[in-house]
């Protein structure tokens, strides 16, 4: 059963980079045929997918958030991460790592999530 | 984008009653690559429901998924104590991948 766990800072100032960390259990993040995803949830509010990795190196972010994100893969740590430039309040949100089989796009593995609160 | 416009907004429903939820694309979806979601409160959500009406690993034969091009619909026949929850629909036939705003089914 793969797991996915997020991790990082709860809390970041304005105008500062968010980092967060998906570790991957119960599962190799190299394998043929999956895309590794961050989605975030405003509080009270619905989802929205910032991106997606392939243990390749190649990406495709949400254009919403243009040049702000880079998602980078550490294969040898089984890890994935989110980097989030220039932060406001508006980027205040639930993140969470996900998987996606490369021949659809819908997440089947969640992490549970974690928030991050931009505050100064 | 394909904007995603889900209702109604809240559904308020008996335990055993079916439920109708509606997810309305602002432009064909590709395919029917339409997923649902359900999500409870400090959870993350759970894959119901992909390519419009195949229902996910373990997910009990109550939930159903219909539709195709710019409408779709999820139906639970009965509901359970458990399934009063927030419910999304995603498309994933381009890119950007998008959600709906939720439909939340509460005990009434």
Known sequence: ?120 | EIVLTQSPGTLSLSPGERATLSCRASQSVSSSYLAWYQQKFGQAPRLLIYGASSRATGIPDRFSGSGSGTDFILTISRLEPEDFAVYYCQQYGSSPWTFGQGTKVEIK
């Open chain 1, 1 to 120: 059963q793969v797991q996915l766990r997020e991790s990082g800072p709860g809390l970041v100032k304005p105008s500062q980079t968010l980092s967060l960390t998906c570790t991957v259990s119960g599962g190799s993040i190299s394998s043929v045929g999956y895309y590794w995803s961050w989605i975030r949830q405003h509080p009270g509010k619905g989802l929205e997918w910032i991106g997606y990795i392939y243990y390749s190196g190649s990406t495709n972010n949400n254009p919403s958030l243009k040049s702000r994100v880079i998602i980078s893969v550490d294969t040898s740590k089984n890890q994935f991460s989110l980097k989030l430039s220039s932060v406001t309040a508006a980027d205040t949100a639930v993140y969470y790592c996900a998987r996606v089989a490369i021949w659809s796009g819908y997440f089947d593995y969640w992490g549970q999530g974690t928030l991050v609160t931009v505050s100064s």
